[in-house]
Structures are given as C-alpha cells and as structure tokens.
C-alpha cells in the first residue's frame, strides 16, 4: 500500500474540480430529462427548463402509464430478460462445465471453435436469413435464441468453474457419483458468484436490446421496451393516433418522451449501484482471459 | 493454438464419460448453427441469392457483386464516412479512459474515488435508444443548448440534420457513455504494479509526476497495446445501433456508413447477396487492419493477440 500522503497538492485539487466537472457531465441529462418530464407544460414548451423543474405535475407520467401498448411492452420486456437469462444461464454453464474439467480431451479444439466466434461472425443479413429460414421470425424465439450464448459468457463461466478445486469433484467421484449429480449437486451451488455476472449482464442485455427485436420482430404486442421507445421518437409530429403515444394533445410530446426515458432508465439507475461489484467481476474475469 | 486430429481416442473418451460430451453438445450446436452456419452463410455475397432459400442454393456469380459495389457511386461516400467515424472515435475516444484512470489512480480521498468510479459507470449501462433519446431532448430545437444559444443571439442549430455535427455527436456520446467503463481495465492494470517501485522512486526523491509517467505509464503498456490493436482491428466495425438511431436522410452525407448501408440494401431493397457483399468488404478490411496492427504491435513492443 502506498503512505498515504498528508497534504494536498494544488494537483489534487484541480484533479477533485476535473472530476466533479465529469460527474456533473455524467448526471445532468438525467436530471434535464426528468425535469422535462415533470415541469409545468408551459415552460416546457417555451424552453425554459433548463436544469431544475418548474412547476411539478406528474400529467405525463400518468399519460405514458395508462397507454395499454407502453405496458406490454414493459412485459414484454421482463418476459423476454427472464427467459432469455435462464435460457443463457443453462446453456453457459451446461456447455463451460466440460470445459473446467480436467483433461477434458478435445478441450482445445472446442476452445478454438467457440473463440473463433469472438472475431468473426457471418453478419447482419445471413443471420437474419438464417433465423427466417428456421421460422423464427416474430416470435420470441428469435429474440431469445440468437443471443443465448456468447465466448465471453463462456469464459468467464470456465475461468469460475476452474476454481472450483477439483478434491470435491474427486472425492464425488470416489463416493460414485456420475458427472450429472457433479454437476447439479455441487458445482452449480457453489456457482452463485458467477451466476449473478452473467446473469445481471444477460438482464441488462435485455432490458437494453432494441437492434434484434428490431430486425426479427413485427408485431407491435411483441415489442420490447426499447423499441417502442424508439416509436415514441421516431414521429416529428403528433399525426393523430400514433403507437405508443397518447392521443390527447394536453401532455407535451417533450415531457411524454421524457417520461418514458425516465421510466425507462430508472430500474438500471436504482439497481445498478448495488451490483457493481458483479459487472466489474465479470469485465476483469473476461478482459484478463480474452 | 493446436489442433487435435480426431482419431478413434475421441470416441474412446466419449465412452469414458459420456455425460461431458453430452453436456457441451447444445452449446457447440448453437455456435455451430447460430456462428458458423451466418459464416458460411456469407457464401451468398458471391451468388443470386434470393430470399428464402438454403445457403446452397442460388447461382454461382462470383465477384460480380464487389466489383458493382467498388463501382457503386456512393462506395467513395461509405467507405470515408466509415473510416473517419471509427478513426475519430479511436483518436478521441481511446486515450481519454487511460488519462481518467491515470488520474483517478491519483486521488487519495477514497469515498470521492469511490462515487466518481460508481457515477461514471452509469452510462455504459444506458441503452443506445435513451442515449439518444436524451441527445435529441438536449439538442432539439427548443432543447437546453439551443435555449442556451439563443441568449447569444445564435440560430437554433439543428443538430440532427446537420451533417457536419454528426461525427461529433456520434463520438462524443461515446465517450460520455465508455469513459468510465473503459477505464476499468487500466485500473485494474495499475492496481497490479508493484508498490516497490513507487516506494524506491520516491526515496530517489521523484515527484509524483515523474512516477506516473517513468513508472506506471510504462507499466500498463502492454495493456494498452493489447487494448489498441483490438480497436484498431475493429475502427471500421462501426456500431450500426447508434449511427442507425442516430442519422437521417439529410445526414447521409456524413453518417451513412458501411453497416447502414447494407441494412437499407439488404432489408428494405431486399438486395441480399449485394448486401452481403457489401458487409464481408467490410470483414476482410476489418481483418487487414487487424493484422498490420498485430503485426506492428509485435515489432514494437512485444505484446500482440497472436
């Protein structure tokens, strides 16, 4: 450890300014959006919010709720995180646990197949054929499937697994138990740690995901969170009764799309700070390997 | 990297503990048939493809399609915006996160530390479609800037019809969004240095200037190397998500880029093969790139991918 170092240098002060100047840059828009969400419609519409509200009613917030298509698309969204995390979960540590085992043979020929796939990948348009020609298009499938796995997840599961020390598996083994009891009965439990990485960044993925919906999906009932968001921005003007957008013209179209931003991003925002350490796990665990 | 030959030892292993295989078989189809099937599947870029059939189906045609696309008159405008887009975004873009740590190293109050590593993660975690959401609130016309503007008696500007704001706009938010993020790594790399270092330097009276730059700048080279081949390996792997969210027909000037440009070709002019074409242009470039800077990095300075 470093001495710590008892008086400030004026560095140190110009470093504490520079560093309270990049919070302030980091914070401000979701403060800006949230008062624009909130501040009173006239001096929203004239420009005057700046920085704090003015004026306080909550009109646009209870606008974006009461929309039926904004509300399944929120369940939408949970529905495809939850399915799409477990399905990711399963399939990553069903596939890395082979992996972590010692004198797995064909170890490094796998291990180049799957990391192979971080550099090169067959692109936009023979994917989209592939997941048509498989009749996946517009379901949930085709938001699930294609991003179940990935080499990184993969490699952060076999780098946790490999920790496991190996005396608990030999000893199972001794006492006759087969790969499956192994697996299931005692590495899994002891996988917590890891299953929360993964986990917490398969969700985010999710709640975040707008480009697959976006190609494989259209149905508007099955879209996800971002993509209607992405409809509420997409009109200039309010012409009549647009998707995911109220149809009574009291509520500015500034605060409703702000509403719905903040809505949008306060889950993350909340949550986030408390599960740092896993997201930070997981990024040192796959840089250091990859 | 070693490649095994599969002789009968496989299957004897097999037999041995059949569970394992059994177990890693739904992974390696997936990336069997989500990876490397769309891989294969780019063999269309060389045929007359048409929609739903197999990938080895259609007429064979050979380069026709990439000659038409080096032919094709926005091929000048594609291939410009693409590069510059990825080469501002490293130029600006990948050295700030390595200052952020460098000075985030340096603060000693550790709650403060703290709070700003906490803050300046949050952006990472924003999805692209509210980054750009909350741009187009800031910068719209009657947006805070504009607002702000006008006090100077400047014009509204219009950010998002503008093409010349576009490169800006596009870096900008990326730095907003990966300062924090990025510099993780390099925090991590500095955490690894050896104290003993700091404590000789100071004894022969170095300032802590002096030890930043002859100790730990040094020390996290390899890292940055490493860091930097793979961005330079991936300048021209411009987020289609963002520029897409981001541009409009009267930015196209600027903001059409390679991916963009295969979307609207391939999914609303149903032009597939071309497309295809198009998008593995740009693979083989991404690859040549990647290479020369592995190549470099490894006459340089000894630390390369492979």
């Excluded at chain 2, 998008?279 to 040549?288: C, D, E, V």
Aim: hydrophobic share 50%; with cysteine; glycine share 6%.
């Amino acid at each position: 450890m470093r001495r710590e170092k008892t008086f400030v240098s004026l560095f140190d002060v110009f470093n504490g300014l520079l560093m309270i100047v990049v919070c302030a840059i980091m914070i401000y828009p979701f403060i800006y959006v949230f008062s624009l969400s909130v501040s009173d419609p006239a001096f929203v519409e004239t420009g005057k919010v700046t920085f704090l509200p003015i004026g306080f009613n909550l009109h646009a917030y209870d606008m974006y709720l009461r929309q039926t298509d904004v509300v399944r698309a929120y369940f939408n969204t949970v529905v495809y995180a939850v399915s799409g995390t477990a399905v990711t979960l399963l399939l990553t540590s069903l596939t890395a646990y082979p992996m972590a085992v010692k004198n797995f043979y064909g170890r490094s020929v796998f291990m180049f197949i799957f990391a192979f796939t971080m550099f090169f990948n067959g692109g936009m348009i023979p994917t989209f054929i592939l997941v048509r020609n498989l009749h996946m298009i517009n379901t949930i499938w085709a938001v699930i499937i294609p991003s179940a796995l990935s080499a990184w997840n993969l490699i952060i599961f076999i780098t946790f697994f490999k920790e496991i020390p190996e005396s608990l598996s030999e000893s199972a083994t001794i006492d006759g138990a087969n790969d499956w009891l192994i697996l299931f009965r005692i590495i899994l439990p002891l996988s917590k740690p890891v299953f929360a990485t993964v986990g917490l960044f398969s969700i985010v993925g999710h709640w975040n995901s707008f480009l697959g919906p976006f190609l494989y999906l259209n149905d508007k009932e099955k879209f996800p969170l971002q993509l209607a968001l992405r409809k509420m921005f997409d009109v200039q003007y309010r012409i009549g009764t647009e998707s995911f957008l109220p149809k009574d013209v009291q509520t500015p179209l500034v605060s409703y799309r702000c509403a719905a931003i903040f809505l949008s991003v306060l889950p993350i925002v909340c949550t986030y700070p408390f599960l740092q350490k896993y997201f930070i796990k997981g990024v040192m665990i796959g840089s250091l390997k990859g | 990297m070693k490649k095994k030959k599969f002789s009968g030892g496989l299957i004897g292993h097999i037999k041995k503990r059949p569970a394992l295989y059994l177990m890693i078989l739904p992974g390696l189809l997936w990336f069997i048939i989500f990876c490397y099937v769309p891989m294969y599947g780019v063999v269309i870029a060389f045929k007359d493809y048409s929609i739903g059939q197999s990938f080895f189906a259609g007429k064979w045609i050979g380069l026709r399609h990439f000659v038409s696309f080096v032919n094709d008159p926005y091929f000048f405008r594609l291939m410009k915006n693409t590069f510059l887009l990825g080469f501002y975004d490293l130029l600006w873009g990948f050295p700030l996160p390595i200052i952020f740590a460098l000075l985030l190293n340096e603060m000693k109050a550790n709650k403060f530390k703290g709070a700003v590593q906490t803050i300046s993660y949050l952006p990472y975690f924003i999805s692209t479609v509210i980054i750009v959401g909350m741009m187009f609130s800031i910068l719209s016309i009657d947006g805070v800037v504009n607002t702000f503007l006008s006090n100077f008696g400047i014009k509204p500007v219009l950010f998002f019809s503008e093409p010349g704001w576009f490169r800006t706009l596009y870096v900008a938010s990326g730095i907003w969004q990966g300062l924090g993020w990025n510099s993780i790594i390099y925090l991590a790399a500095i955490s690894g240095i050896n104290p003993e270092l700091y404590e000789s330097a100071k004894i022969d009276g170095a300032s802590r200037f002096r030890q930043a730059v002859s100790i730990t700048v040094p020390c996290i080279i390899p890292t940055i190397s490493i860091l930097l081949i793979m961005k330079i390996g991936s300048v021209l792997n411009i987020s289609f998500e963002k520029v897409y969210l981001l541009y409009s027909p009267s930015t196209y000037e600027t903001a059409d880029i390679i991916g963009t440009y295969v979307y609207r070709r391939g999914f609303l002019s149903y032009d597939y093969s071309y497309s295809t074409a198009v998008g593995l242009f740009q693979s083989g470039i991404s690859l040549i790139l990647l290479s020369t800077a592995n190549y470099f990095s490894k006459k340089l300075s000894e630390s390369s991918l492979w």
